[in-house]
């Protein structure tokens, strides 16, 4: 168990719809990341935050947007979904916001599904 | 072509048997990560080095930063080392490797 968390575990919706993914990072870390796993682009990353301020982008389409609030939580929302977002999406921790020397912890991953 | 290239996409191996897997890099990197996804999809980091060799039970992780590569190595490997390995470069963000699916069989 990394100590992260993500809700929910299977989300299964339909195309065109919105849904928010939510993610809790390891206790006392500040820094969140996302990333996307599809049967056809592997692992790429998304988008980053440190301490409720958006850090570094990835690979993020303009259909998705994420925040972190205060409390250190995260929330990817995704929206109007098509059938090549379906994948797995993970959220990492980190202490602090250098991914060149800090180790990300990852979390169980959200699997998305859009019929 | 990709900064992050793994060989082999596939292996498949008898028990006991010493498995190699290899990840070579075409950018700067300040770190190198060995993660492991099982079947169920959970990803658990295994190594992060920087420079020479780590030892953790059965696994060994070396990397070359003069020649940008990296190899992982099982030994005695068992049926629950069946996973997915990813190699993933430190940048100001991580870069992934395809992964190699691994299956060793009783």
């Known amino acids: 168990d990394s100590g992260v968390t993500q809700t929910p575990k299977h989300l299964i919706t339909a195309t065109g719809q919105r849904v928010t993914l939510r993610c809790s990072p390891r206790s006392g870390d500040l820094s969140v990341y996302w990333y996307q796993q599809s049967l056809d682009q592997g692992l790429q990353f998304l988008i980053q935050y440190y301490n409720g301020e958006e850090r570094a982008k990835g690979n993020i389409l303009e259909r998705f947007s994420a925040q972190q609030f205060p409390d250190l939580h995260s929330e990817l929302n995704l929206s109007s979904l098509e059938l090549g977002d379906s994948a797995l999406y993970f959220c990492?921790?980190?202490?602090?916001?250098?991914?060149?020397?800090?180790?990300?912890?990852f979390g169980p991953g959200t699997r998305l599904t859009v019929l | 072509k990709n900064e992050v290239e793994q060989s082999p996409q596939n292996l498949t191996a008898q028990e006991g048997e010493f498995i190699t897997i290899n990840c070579s890099y075409s950018?700067?990197?300040?770190?190198l990560h060995w993660l492991q996804q099982h079947p169920g999809g959970g990803i658990v980091s295994l190594f992060m080095l920087s420079s020479g060799k780590k030892k953790h039970g059965r696994l060994i992780a070396t990397i070359n930063i003069q020649e940008k590569h990296s190899s992982l190595h099982i030994t005695a490997s068992h049926p629950r080392d069946s996973a997915v390995y990813i190699c993933a470069v430190k940048t100001d963000k991580l870069i992934f490797g395809t992964g190699t699916r691994l299956q060793v069989f009783p």
């Open positions: 990492a921790s980190s202490v602090a916001g250098a991914p060149r020397t800090d180790t990300q912890y």
């Open positions: 950018v700067g990197i300040s770190a």
